[in-house]
């Protein structure tokens, strides 16, 4: 890589690396993953520099390679372990409307990766329904129905309804 190429390279990640961990935090619910990530998808996007330093949608290019980086790792067995010491108790539905951040997140991960991954693109991202299809590989109908049931499923989550799947 050049010397300019590299310098570029290295001014756009010290400008999107707190949206890019924001993004990957929002996806994943814990730092050291988000991290993770982060690190992951830097690395393809250096590899690539080359031909994408100039693109246009260079934002989107590299949301892309974050959330497939996160699909891909979710995939994977370690990552569907969660050993504790003991049972989780019942939560009890939320008694009042106005829900804080912390809630927010716990019925965020509560979400499957496909919808959750629709959820964070088109709510928190504002990215339009073509491109999140886009960065997910998926149709804009799927795109759609997805982030109409995760919407629904935190909604009747946060009211203590019940949800329909």
């Not at 994408?52 to 790792?73: F, M, N, Q, S």
């Not at 050993?83 to 009890?92: D, G, Q, W, Y």
């Amino acid at each position: 890589m050049k010397r300019s190429e590299e310098a570029g390279y290295r001014d756009y990640v010290t400008a999107r690396m707190d949206p890019l961990r924001r993004t990957a935090y929002l996806l994943c619910r814990n730092w050291h993953t988000a991290d993770d990530l982060v690190a992951i998808t830097l690395g393809k996007l250096y590899r690539h520099w080359h031909r994408v330093g100039d693109a246009e949608y260079l934002d989107a290019y590299v949301r892309r390679i974050l959330v497939r980086t996160w699909l891909d790792e979710q995939g994977r067995p370690w990552r569907r372990e969660h050993p504790t010491e003991e049972l989780p108790e019942l939560a009890a539905p939320p008694a009042q409307t106005v829900v804080d951040r912390a809630a927010v997140l716990d019925l965020l991960d509560s979400l499957p990766a496909g919808r959750r991954a629709t959820v964070v693109l088109r709510v928190y991202c504002d990215l339009s329904v073509a491109e999140t299809a886009e960065i997910l590989g998926c149709s804009t109908g799927t795109v759609k129905s997805q982030t109409a049931r995760g919407l629904e499923t935190l909604r009747a989550r946060i009211t203590g309804l019940p949800v329909a799947d």
